[in-house]
T-cell receptor, first 113, second 116 residues
Framework: NAGVTQTPKFRILKIGQSMTLQCTQD?????MYWYRQDPGMGLKLIYY???????DKGEVPNGYNVSRSTTEDFPLRLELAAPSQTSVYFC????????????FGPGTRLLVL | AQKITQTQPGMFVQEKEAVTLDCTYD???????LFWYKQPSSGEMIFLIY??????QNATEGRYSLNFQKARKSANLVISASQLGDSAMYFC?????????????FGTGTRLQVFP
């Protein structure tokens, strides 16, 4: 049981490039989330999904896109990377319910130069 | 609007002593959950403890306990017998039943440093 896995661990992008951050969970959770963490700050929600085929915007969705074709996978797409997207990106998953623990992946550190 | 406030950017504690990390929250929802996560320098987010708004008892998990004062809207984390490995960032977070996304709202965190 690997939990939530993310790839890559670290990436440097040039301004204007695009990339996809991968996220996979093996806990059969319906709910999945993408957060970003800027230096010295808490996590902010980018996008979330409540099940395969269903996604919606979070607090800071601009410059990102997601898809959810399977329960396990929730990739995050960055189009036209900008320096403001330099951050650490966390994927998380959970069961439905306020008492349910949200499990996080190890994070992807992205640097846009 | 829902909000989590952590007013202590940094805290120091001597090894083996207890330390309290403050967290206050704001919500109009009568049903919510409060979480604490630890983020060591390696970067991963580690779940520590959960408190439900209707729970009568304060949550405890080993050396971690949550001092839940509902009327004051505070959910402070108490770490007893601090260890050097407790040095990390600590985040308080909230989840509301009014929000069908079940997303977590995070505070800005407190950096705890444990010294010998």
């Amino acid at each position: 049981n690997a939990g939530v896995t993310q790839t890559p661990k670290f990436r440097i992008l040039k301004i204007g490039q695009s990339m996809t951050l991968q996220c996979t969970q093996d806990m059969n959770h319906n709910y999945m989330y993408w957060y970003r963490q800027d230096p010295g700050m808490g996590l902010k929600l980018i996008y979330y999904s409540v099940g395969a085929g269903i996604t919606d915007k979070g607090e800071v969705p601009n410059g990102y896109n997601v898809s959810r074709s399977t329960t396990e996978d929730f990739p995050l797409r960055l189009e036209l990377a900008a320096p403001s997207q330099t951050s650490v990106y966390f994927c998380a998953s959970s069961e439905r319910g306020i008492q349910e623990t949200q499990y996080f992946g190890p994070g992807t550190r992205l640097l846009v130069l | 609007a829902q909000k989590i406030t952590q007013t202590q950017p940094g805290m120091f504690v001597q090894e083996k002593e207890a330390v309290t990390l403050d967290c206050t929250y704001d919500t109009s929802d009568p049903s919510y959950g409060l979480f604490w996560y630890k983020q060591p320098s390696s970067g991963e987010m580690i779940f520590l403890i959960y408190q439900g708004s209707y729970d009568q008892q304060n949550a405890t998990e080993g050396r971690y306990s949550l001092n839940f004062q509902k009327a004051r809207k505070s959910a402070n984390l108490v770490i007893s017998a601090s260890q050097l490995g407790d040095s990390a960032m600590y985040f308080c977070a909230m989840r509301s039943s009014l929000d069908n996304t079940d997303k977590l709202i995070f505070g800005t965190g407190t950096r705890l440093q444990v010294f010998p």
